[in-house]
């Protein structure tokens, strides 16, 4: 709920009605409970989640997250000594900490880019094409 009621709205000040989330087919993102909080969501804030129904694909290189952030985070979690969750969350964290706006403004923008490509591939995943073809 952080996203919606201080994130957003931080980032966007003027113009947060007009932000919409992306989710993908995943079933935590299509269960009953989710779709129903997405609508409260937009009822009280104005941001708006596009719908699983139209998003034509699952697979990970769909998601900004799962094409940028969680990759890098899988890395920092191998190669850390933590054995506790806390420690895990610390080192998660810190990385987040580490990405760079632009960079995640940039896997942001080449989102529609990427499901084009997958549309193309006829819905095949495209994590073995090289980045750059999205920026």
């Known amino acids: 709920m952080p996203i919606f ?3 957003i709205p931080s980032l966007y000040p003027q113009c947060h009605q007009s932000v919409e989330l992306h989710q993908y087919k995943a079933s935590s993102h299509t269960s009953n409970s989710t779709v129903n909080f997405l609508k409260e969501m937009e009822q009280k804030t104005g941001i708006k989640t596009i719908p699983f129904t139209d998003i034509p ?10 094409f940028l952030c969680f990759r890098t985070f899988k890395i920092c979690i191998i190669q850390t000594s933590s054995h506790n969750l806390t420690g895990l969350w610390k080192v998660v964290l810190e ?3 580490r990405i760079p706006l632009l960079t995640l403004q940039t896997a942001l923008l080449s989102w529609k880019l990427r499901c084009r490509k997958i549309v193309q591939n006829t819905g095949y995943q495209i994590e073995h094409v090289k980045h750059k073809n999205f920026t």
């Open 57 to 66: 694909t699952k697979p990970p290189d769909a998601s900004p997250m799962e």
């Open 95 to 97: 990385e987040w900490d």
């Open 5 to 7: 009621l201080n994130e």
